[in-house]
């Protein structure tokens, strides 16, 4: 069980590029979660998915694009980087809501120049 | 909207120090607590969780109660060791989950 995975582990982009963040999870788990966090900030959510073909906006969705085709997946988009999107970003993923928990992968830390 | 509000860090201890970390929060329905860590360069990792009133969650030496009457989900451990040092973080879900900011603990020898 390789538990939730997240690829690129560092990356730096200049403004105006765009990137997908990669993440997968083994578990079978139909909520899926992407959080930034920033330093000295606790985690924001940026947006979620309750399952396949189904997702919602977080608290801070400005600047990201999501997609969940398949229960392992779901990565998340960048458009157009800006330097205020320089974060080290989360997935996670849960069998359900509520008292569930949350697992998350090591994240990817993202400068953008 | 929910919040949670926790003690601002750093907090430097040392080895066998008693611990508290200050947890409070604001929530329109009844909502779960957690306690997660983050050690060094990596993601969140469950601690401990507590999902209705008067609940006490614990695990690894470390305790949180659930206390509606105030509010609050203090993480407490008695005897702390040099690997504690990590950055926690008190959250909570409800119709949404939110993360306090998170508090840097560092224990020395």
């Given at each position: 069980n390789a538990g939730v995975t997240q690829t690129p582990k560092f990356r730096i982009l200049k403004i105006g590029q765009s990137m997908t963040l990669q993440c997968a999870q083994d578990?079978?788990?139909n909520y899926m979660y992407w959080y930034r966090q920033d330093p000295g900030m606790g985690l924001k959510l940026i947006y979620y998915s309750v399952g396949a073909g189904i997702t919602d906006k977080g608290e801070v969705p400005n600047g990201y694009n999501v997609s969940r085709s398949t229960t392992e997946d779901f990565p998340l988009r960048l458009e157009l980087a800006a330097p205020s999107q320089t974060s080290v970003y989360f997935c996670a993923s849960s069998s359900?809501?509520?008292g569930e928990t949350q697992y998350f992968g090591p994240g990817t830390r993202l400068l953008v120049l | 909207g929910n919040s949670v509000t926790q003690m601002e860090g750093p907090v430097t201890l040392s080895e066998e120090a008693f611990l508290t970390i200050n947890c409070t929060y604001t929530a329109t329905g009844y909502p779960s607590l957690f306690w997660y860590v983050q050690y060094p360069g990596e993601g969140l990792q469950l601690l401990l969780k507590a999902t209705k009133a008067d609940d006490k969650g614990s695990n690894k030496g470390f305790e949180a109660t659930y206390r509606k009457e105030t509010t609050s989900f203090h993480l407490e451990k008695g005897s702390v060791q040099v690997s504690d040092s990590a950055v926690y973080f008190c959250a909570l879900v409800d119709n949404d989950m939110r993360f306090g900011a998170g508090t840097r603990l560092t224990v020395k020898p």
């Open positions: 578990m079978n788990h359900g809501t509520s | -």
